[in-house]
């Protein structure tokens, strides 16, 4: 079974939504069952035009920042974002994907 925690979070504070995500992997099992210091991971975030972050068609800058420093604290080597959801990596690829089915 999946599991999708959802936390509620009222501003795109940088401390607030570090709390927030801690948080929620902490009810995933942690961190450590999803990277490990050293993993290169892809993160895929919503970009789907020149959006500002107020229309929430794209993920928050702050939220990617957020997350960005969480792992990159954890010991990861690199974070970067994906260049377009039709170019994923593919089977094999030794980089770890961590985001919705992702594992």
Same mark, same amino acid.
């Not at 999946?2 to 936390?7: P, W, Y």
């Not at 993160?43 to 792992?71: D, F, M, Y």
């Given at each position: 079974?999946?599991?999708?925690?959802?936390?509620?979070?009222?501003?795109?504070?940088?401390?607030?939504?570090?709390?927030?995500? #801690?948080? +929620?992997?902490?009810?995933? +099992?942690?961190?450590?069952?999803?990277?490990?210091?050293?993993?290169?991971?892809?993160?895929?975030? #919503?970009?789907? +035009?020149?959006?500002?972050?107020?229309?929430?068609?794209?993920? /928050?800058?702050?939220?990617?920042?957020?997350?960005?420093?969480?792992?990159?604290?954890?010991?990861?080597?690199?974070?970067?974002?994906?260049?377009?959801?039709?170019?994923?990596?593919?089977?094999? /690829?030794?980089?770890?994907?961590?985001?919705? +089915?992702?594992?």
């Amino acid at each position: 079974m999946k599991k999708v925690i959802i936390c509620e979070c009222t501003q795109y504070n940088l401390q607030l939504l570090e709390k927030k995500l #801690n948080a +929620g992997m902490a009810l995933l +099992g942690g961190w450590d069952k999803f990277v490990a210091p050293g993993m290169k991971v892809l993160l895929k975030v #919503n970009l789907i +035009g020149p959006k500002s972050p107020e229309t929430a068609a794209i993920t /928050h800058p702050e939220l990617v920042r957020s997350l960005t420093r969480i792992l990159k604290a954890r010991g990861c080597l690199s974070c970067r974002q994906a260049p377009d959801e039709h170019r994923s990596p593919g089977p094999g /690829h030794r980089d770890r994907y961590v985001g919705p +089915g992702g594992r």
